[in-house]
């Protein structure tokens, strides 16, 4: 797998996968290797407030009004993704940090930090089941940016996401990129 990692990429529900938890959804990738790979979801909100979720479970009173987001169908420790941070062992891509430490979960909380997203559960691939589902189709790969990461857009996430994705290939296909300046050159 050296070289073709997918981690700090962008998982796109293929307009094709239409049933299931994956479903219109875009994932950040985590970890991916030989053994397996793991992701959050990062278009799943739930209707639970993090301030309701400090209270109920971590025994915190916290006023938070953010939603705190359904990460995959796997049970998992609660992860957050935060921007900046800049530590190699909790970077997955410049600007975005992740961390399951009970410790600095409770000090982003409690600074109400952002841009972050508060995430219960993951989604997770035996080794050779995320590329099985890739080459059947199931999903689009792109780039990870800390912006699409933290989406904030009133628009649909997901159609967003379909959106560049088809303009990137459309480009691609039509050699825009390597058009002349001048075409009357050509």
């Known amino acids: 797998m050296e070289g073709s990692s997918l981690k700090g990429h962008l998982l796109v529900a293929s307009p094709t996968l239409t049933e299931g938890n994956f479903s219109r959804t875009v994932l950040l990738m985590l970890e991916h290797n030989d053994a397996g790979a793991a992701g959050v979801i990062l278009n799943r909100p739930t209707e639970i407030s993090v301030g309701n979720f400090a209270r109920e479970f971590l025994s915190e ?16 420790p609660l992860l957050v993704l935060f921007g900046g941070d800049g530590d190699p062992d909790r970077e997955i891509i410049a600007g975005v940090s992740s961390t399951a430490d009970t410790d600095l979960i409770m000090e982003i909380l409690q600074e109400k930090r952002e841009p ?10 035996s080794g050779g089941q995320l590329e099985a589902e890739m080459l059947e189709g199931s999903w689009l790969v ?6 699409l990461v933290f989406w904030a857009e009133d628009h649909d996430f997901w159609d967003e996401m379909i959106r560049q994705i088809s303009s990137t290939k459309l480009n691609d296909l039509l050699g825009v990129g390597r058009l002349p300046g001048d075409p009357s050159r050509n």
Do not use: C, R
């Open 61 to 76: 009173d916290l006023e938070w009004e953010k939603f705190l987001h359904m990460g995959g169908p796997v049970p998992g």
């Open 142 to 147: 792109h780039q990870a940016t800390p912006g």
């Open 116 to 125: 972050s997203l508060i995430i219960a559960n993951y989604a997770g691939w």
